[in-house]
C-alpha cells in the first residue's frame, strides 16, 4: 500500500529529482513540477496527499501559489515550504495562510522525511475527526429552516437547560431519535454517554436484562442504565413495554436504583430519561394498556416531533443534506436533483417522513443513472405519481372519522406496495420508513396477508 502521493513543485531539477528519489526510496508516489502553471495543472489532475512547495519560482513565487490555493478554498492538504533564503516574514506569513512547515536549503534529507512524515499523519488524523464528527450529524442534526423546525430547535434547547425528563411523540420516521440526541447534545449532560435502547419485538426477560443488566456466575452484563451513567437514556417504542416490565421500570424510576437481572446488589440510578413512542399512550393508558402511573412518571415534559408533511418545505433542504453527507461517508456518487424532482417531492405525503426520505436518496445514489435526478426518476423509485391532495382521495373517505380513514388509507397503501413487491415485506418495510417488527404488527392490526394473491 502506498503510504503517501506527493508533488514537488521546485524550478530546479537537481533538487526535484534527489527528493523525488529520496521520497520514492521511502515508497511515497512522488510528481514533480517546475513551475506553479505545472503545479495548478498536476492539483487539478489528482490531489496529492502533501505537497513540497519551494517560495523562490520564475514565474509565480509560492507564497502566492500558496495564497491562491487557500484563498479558492482548494487547500486540501498540508504544504510544506521550502526555501533557499527565506525570512521570517515569508515563514510567517506561509504559516498565516496554511502552511504546515517550513524547510530551509540545503535539505535535510533526515530532517525532511520526518517533516514529511508528521505532515501526512497530522493530516490523517484531521480527516479522522472530520469523518468521525460527520458521521454523527444524521443523528444530531435537526434539519430544516421551517418555522416548526425552529420552534423546535429552540423548545429542545431550553428543555436541555434543564434536567427533566422528556417524553417525546411522533410518527414513525419523524426523526424522535434525533430529537434526543440533539437535546444530549446541548445538556449538561453531554460530555457523558448518550444510549438508545429499543423496547419493540423482544420478549419481557430480554427486554429486563437489556435496561437492568444481568448477572450470572459471577459474571456481570451492565445493562443500558449502567451503560449510561452520568448521561441520557432513551426508551425508544415505550409502548410496546409488556405489564411486567412497566412494574419494574416505574419502580427502578421512583427508587432511584435497581438491581441486576439474577443479582442481589442494589445499583444507584443516575441519568435522564428520554421516552419516545410513535403510539398515543394517552389513548394506551385509557384503554388499560400502560400503566397511567408509569405514564406521568415519564411524561414530564412532552415533545413532539412534527411529521415531515407539516414542514415539507424542508424537503429541499434535508434532501441536498443526505446527498452530501452520504457522499462524503458513505462515497456515493452526488447526484443533483431537478427543480422538477424537489417540486415532485416537496409535495409527496411521505408517509415514512424524514427516514423514508433518507432511504430514498440512498437508493437514488447507488442506483446512478447520471448527474441528475429527474422527475421521472423519481416517480419511478416512489412507485406511484407524488403529488397528493383532499381531491385525490374518494368522496366517502373524507367523510369518515379520522381514525377509520387513516385505517383504510393504510391498509390499500400497504397492499398496493406489498403487491408492488411481490409481498417482499424487508422491502416494504425499507420504503416506507417502517421498522420491520412495527410493520408485521399493523400487518395483523389491518387484516392484511404480506402474500398478496397471484394475478
Given at each position: 500500500?502506498?503510504?503517501?502521493?506527493?508533488?514537488?513543485?521546485?524550478?530546479?531539477?537537481?533538487?526535484?529529482?534527489?527528493?523525488?528519489?529520496?521520497?520514492?526510496?521511502?515508497?511515497?508516489?512522488?510528481?514533480?513540477?517546475?513551475?506553479?502553471?505545472?503545479?495548478?495543472?498536476?492539483?487539478?489532475?489528482?490531489?496529492?496527499?502533501?505537497?513540497?512547495?519551494?517560495?523562490?519560482?520564475?514565474?509565480?513565487?509560492?507564497?502566492?501559489?500558496?495564497?491562491?490555493?487557500?484563498?479558492?478554498?482548494?487547500?486540501?492538504?498540508?504544504?510544506?515550504?521550502?526555501?533557499?533564503?527565506?525570512?521570517?516574514?515569508?515563514?510567517?506569513?506561509?504559516?498565516?495562510?496554511?502552511?504546515?512547515?517550513?524547510?530551509?536549503?540545503?535539505?535535510?534529507?533526515?530532517?525532511?522525511?520526518?517533516?514529511?512524515?508528521?505532515?501526512?499523519?497530522?493530516?490523517?488524523?484531521?480527516?479522522?475527526?472530520?469523518?468521525?464528527?460527520?458521521?454523527?450529524?444524521?443523528?444530531?442534526?435537526?434539519?430544516?429552516?421551517?418555522?416548526?423546525?425552529?420552534?423546535?430547535?429552540?423548545?429542545?434547547?431550553?428543555?436541555?437547560?434543564?434536567?427533566?425528563?422528556?417524553?417525546?411523540?411522533?410518527?414513525?420516521?419523524?426523526?424522535?431519535?434525533?430529537?434526543?440526541?440533539?437535546?444530549?447534545?446541548?445538556?449538561?449532560?453531554?460530555?457523558?454517554?448518550?444510549?438508545?435502547?429499543?423496547?419493540?419485538?423482544?420478549?419481557?426477560?430480554?427486554?429486563?436484562?437489556?435496561?437492568?443488566?444481568?448477572?450470572?456466575?459471577?459474571?456481570?452484563?451492565?445493562?443500558?442504565?449502567?451503560?449510561?451513567?452520568?448521561?441520557?437514556?432513551?426508551?425508544?417504542?415505550?409502548?410496546?413495554?409488556?405489564?411486567?416490565?412497566?412494574?419494574?421500570?416505574?419502580?427502578?424510576?421512583?427508587?432511584?436504583?435497581?438491581?441486576?437481572?439474577?443479582?442481589?446488589?442494589?445499583?444507584?440510578?443516575?441519568?435522564?430519561?428520554?421516552?419516545?413512542?410513535?403510539?398515543?399512550?394517552?389513548?394506551?393508558?385509557?384503554?388499560?394498556?400502560?400503566?397511567?402511573?408509569?405514564?406521568?412518571?415519564?411524561?414530564?415534559?412532552?415533545?413532539?416531533?412534527?411529521?415531515?408533511?407539516?414542514?415539507?418545505?424542508?424537503?429541499?433542504?434535508?434532501?441536498?443534506?443526505?446527498?452530501?453527507?452520504?457522499?462524503?461517508?458513505?462515497?456515493?456518487?452526488?447526484?443533483?436533483?431537478?427543480?422538477?424532482?424537489?417540486?415532485?417531492?416537496?409535495?409527496?405525503?411521505?408517509?415514512?417522513?424524514?427516514?423514508?426520505?433518507r432511504n430514498m436518496v440512498q437508493r437514488l445514489l447507488i442506483l446512478n443513472r447520471g448527474e441528475e435526478v429527474t422527475e421521472a426518476e423519481v416517480e419511478q423509485t416512489l412507485g406511484a405519481p407524488a403529488p397528493v391532495s383532499a381531491e385525490a382521495y374518494p368522496p366517502t373517505l373524507m367523510e369518515m372519522p379520522l381514525r377509520d380513514a387513516r385505517e383504510q388509507f393504510e391498509k390499500a397503501y400497504l397492499e398496493h406496495h406489498l403487491k408492488r413487491t411481490g409481498g417482499n415485506v424487508a422491502e416494504v418495510a425499507r420504503m416506507s420508513g417502517m421498522e420491520r417488527t412495527h410493520l408485521y404488527r399493523k400487518l395483523k392490526q389491518l387484516g392484511v396477508n404480506p402474500k398478496p394473491p397471484k394475478e
Open positions: 500500500m502506498n503510504p503517501g502521493y506527493i508533488l514537488v513543485v521546485d524550478d530546479e531539477p537537481d533538487i526535484r529529482r534527489l527528493v523525488q528519489e529520496i521520497l520514492e526510496d521511502e515508497h511515497y508516489k512522488v510528481v514533480t513540477a517546475e513551475n506553479a502553471k505545472t503545479a495548478r495543472e498536476a492539483v487539478r489532475k489528482q490531489r496529492p496527499d502533501l505537497v513540497l512547495l519551494d517560495i523562490w519560482m520564475p514565474d509565480t513565487d509560492g507564497i502566492s501559489l500558496l495564497r491562491e490555493w487557500s484563498q479558492s478554498g482548494n487547500l486540501e492538504m498540508p504544504v510544506i515550504m521550502i526555501s533557499g533564503h527565506g525570512t521570517v516574514e515569508t515563514a510567517v506569513e506561509a504559516t498565516r495562510l496554511g502552511a504546515y512547515d517550513f524547510i530551509e536549503k540545503p535539505l535535510s534529507m533526515g530532517k525532511l522525511l520526518v517533516t514529511v512524515e508528521r505532515a501526512l499523519e497530522n493530516d490523517k488524523l484531521r480527516r479522522e475527526n472530520l469523518r468521525l464528527r460527520r458521521q454523527t450529524e444524521p443523528a444530531t442534526t435537526l434539519i430544516g429552516k421551517s418555522l416548526l423546525m425552529q420552534q423546535l430547535r429552540k423548545s429542545i434547547e431550553r428543555i436541555a437547560a434543564t434536567d427533566a425528563w422528556v417524553l417525546i411523540s411522533g410518527e414513525a420516521g419523524s426523526g424522535k431519535a434525533v430529537a434526543a440526541r440533539y437535546l444530549h447534545a446541548h445538556s449538561g449532560r453531554k460530555d457523558a454517554p448518550f444510549v438508545e435502547v429499543s423496547l419493540a419485538a423482544s420478549a419481557p426477560q430480554q427486554v429486563t436484562a437489556l435496561l437492568f443488566g444481568q448477572e450470572l456466575k459471577g459474571t456481570i452484563k451492565p445493562g443500558s442504565f449502567e451503560q449510561a451513567a452520568g448521561g441520557t437514556l432513551l426508551l425508544n417504542e415505550i409502548n410496546d413495554l409488556d405489564s411486567a416490565t412497566q412494574a419494574r421500570l416505574l419502580d427502578a424510576l421512583e427508587q432511584k436504583h435497581f438491581i441486576r437481572v439474577g443479582g442481589h446488589v442494589t445499583v444507584e440510578m443516575d441519568v435522564r430519561i428520554i421516552a419516545a413512542s410513535d403510539q398515543d399512550l394517552q389513548k394506551a393508558v385509557e384503554d388499560k394498556r400502560f400503566r397511567e402511573d408509569l405514564y406521568y412518571r415519564l411524561n414530564v415534559v412532552p415533545l413532539r416531533v412534527p411529521s415531515l408533511r407539516e414542514h415539507h418545505e424542508d424537503v429541499p433542504e434535508l434532501i441536498n443534506f443526505y446527498v452530501n453527507w452520504m457522499a462524503d461517508n458513505e462515497h456515493l456518487p452526488y447526484r443533483k436533483f431537478t427543480t422538477g424532482a424537489l417540486n415532485l417531492l416537496r409535495n409527496y405525503s411521505w408517509p415514512g417522513n424524514v427516514l423514508e426520505l
